[in-house]
């Protein structure tokens, strides 16, 4: 059976797939002692599983030295019957494939597995691991010891059966599965991070180097990193109303089968629309249908209407939605038509698998439903982990990092939506009942703006149609759905930014007094959190009453000149900032390009566009629209939409090196990562901006500037 590939590392450790593993041996000589018990519990992230587990018996070929058996019990009449490794070997390898062995001092046990490998000619790829005794040891340096009985009586842990290789691996399930959340209040959350945080223990490294457990028999080969599965960049590059060539075909429910079997025919399709052009459609009718009425019972079809056998209600996905998400609705839903409408429900098309045909990657395609159909915190995770390898290949591929950035955005607003509905569900059964009224969470910032990078941590509100009365349920809503995020790889705002707190969640009438007061109140330091309200997107909920929100939002702002000019003093100070002679300035050989370059360009173009009314949310977006306003020239709006991708693109390459290094993303870049034309040209792209902001006071009063830089 083929190698399942590893996890890569920046896979969330609470969806991590994990293989607990525990030997006993002969001795403890790994080059010669041989395995006369295998241990083996799964775990997906912090959770035991119940099956499959291994305890198996293996023959060590020779006998069983006393002092061992004293230890461990296994005496020879144990093993008489029981497999060599020369067989078992390959049942072993496959339940440790694409898994994290995780163990107690597990280089002892895979230093031992790997000279069974060679002793019996067994092909080895050795897995990732991730070390009980490390982990622990880099969290709590003052710990006397760092054996399994100190280990699991600091987490809370009972051995049952010391020294069985069963006993101790439960044992060391259970306390990994209590060490993840201390991992996460350390801020170690994926497995890169974790294997960073153990390799602080040099101490206890040099040891087992010393003790010989990394030593490689003969010429044994390493670990083998298995390539992750290759994506189809077409659908994460295509958004629906790119596909869309002509108007969908419509028929009226009044009409008969055989009327809509005659235009299915005569069209070459394989659905209708029911219902007016100028209104939301009121059902579908497919060839399905029509074969069920034939097969339910023989009748004429134009006896029969088209109201009575078609589909209600319509599931339709908006026409600004990626291609790579409908693929994985139809797919999850066992769909072979979607109807594709605009922001007001009206159809503009229709879609259908072999209108797909040719972008149809299923089992590449790793994004999309697998969201929507989890089940757990655990699901959460495991399927936002997938994210960075999607953004490694697209980047492979190269595709901008706008491109990736709007991707990774859409998933950000789709793990916010699923938190939320497992939180409701599990308010319904806890007996909070149902919401209480209408309610939306929004997504601030980047996420809302499309522009997302790895390692955002979580920007949210909620907004709802009830009363002051009803914030209990709605911030145990928003306390839920932030506790979910935090544990699935979207930390908590460092700045408060959240539906679970207070003053980012309310009813509309207490929106737009929280928003008016801003607008006449607002001190320059509440600016960096105000200002990102503005690129609010709806996440989950009743979508209505966030739009309602940000339009008044926006329209209040554009008609308030003090507010306006708060905020261009504010993108001042967030001028991008140069050494000697406006060099780049650099710390431990990296440049603060989020810092420097990404914050003051976004709050540019935000001001920019606020300041002329204008509605769109992504940076380019706006800055379209200021041009168009006269408060931006056409040149240096081209040359800043053309450096945001830069800047995007160059952020996100270092992260994903970070990810793969098991250092947290961030938005510092390391400047010998960038080539002397890179370096050159980012240079000229802060110029720019910082030219920009510096009269940025001047363009907001109704005058043109222009930055004069090459």
Known sequence: MPQVPAPPNHTALIALPVAVLDLETTGLDVRSDRIVQIGIVKMRGAKISGEPRIDQLIHPDGAIPAAATRI???????????????????????????????????????????HEAARTALPWHEPPSLDLALLLGALEP????????????????????RHTAMGDCLATAEAFERLIPLLREADVRTLGEARALAGR?????????????????????????????????FVFERRLGDLMRSPPVRISGDSTLGAAARAMTEQGIGALLVGRAEAPPEGILTERDLLRVVAEAPTDLDRVAVRDAMTSPVVTVVADEMLYRAIGRMDRHGFRHLCVVDAQGIAVGMLSQRDLLHHRARSTVVLGEALAEAEDVGGLASAFSTVPSVAQQ???????????????????????????????????AE???????PWCLIVLGSAGRGESLLGADQDNALIHAGSRDNDPWFAELGKGIADLLDQAGIARCKGGVMAANTQWRGTREEWIE????????????????????????????????????????????????????LLAQSVASLA??????????????????KRDGLLPLVSLARTLALSVGSAARSTPERLRDAAAAGRLSEGDALALIEGHARLLTWVLRQQLLDLDEGVRPSGRVALKALGRTEIARLHRDLRRVDDLVGALRGMVGGHRFAAGAS
């Open 72 to 114: 461990h019990g296994i005496a020879d009449d144990d093993v008489a019957d029981a497999p060599r490794f020369a067989e078992y070997g390959p049942a072993l390898r496959e339940a440790l494939s694409g898994c994290v062995v995780v163990g107690h001092h597990i280089a002892f046990d895979l230093a031992v597995l790997r």
């Open 142 to 161: 003052t710990l006397p010891d760092l054996g399994l009985e100190t280990v699991t009586r600091h987490l809370g842990v009972e051995i049952r059966g």
């Open 201 to 233: 223990r040099s101490d206890i490294l040099l040891q087992q180097v010393q003790s010989g457990w990394d030593a490689v028999p003969g010429e044994h080969p390493a670990a083998i990193r298995m390539p992750p599965p290759r994506v189809d960049s």
């Open 394 to 428: 697209l980047v492979a591929d190269g595709l901008l990092g706008a491109d990736i950035a709007r991707i990774i955005s859409e998933e950000m607003l789709a793990l916010s939506a699923r938190a939320a509905e497992l939180t409701l569900a599990r308010l319904s």
């Open 431 to 437: 007996g909070w009942g149902a919401p209480p009224a």
């Open 514 to 565: 929280r928003v008016d007061g801003w607008l006449r109140r607002a001190q320059p330091a509440d600016l960096l959190n105000v200002d990102i309200f503005f690129d609010l997107a709806a996440a989950a909920g009743d979508a209505s009453l966030a739009r309602a929100l940000r339009s008044a939002a926006v329209r209040a702002a554009s008609q308030s000149p003090p507010f306006i000019g």
């Open 576 to 593: 991008p900032r140069f050494g000697l002679f406006r060099r780049l300035r650099s710390e431990k050989g990296r440049f603060e390009l």
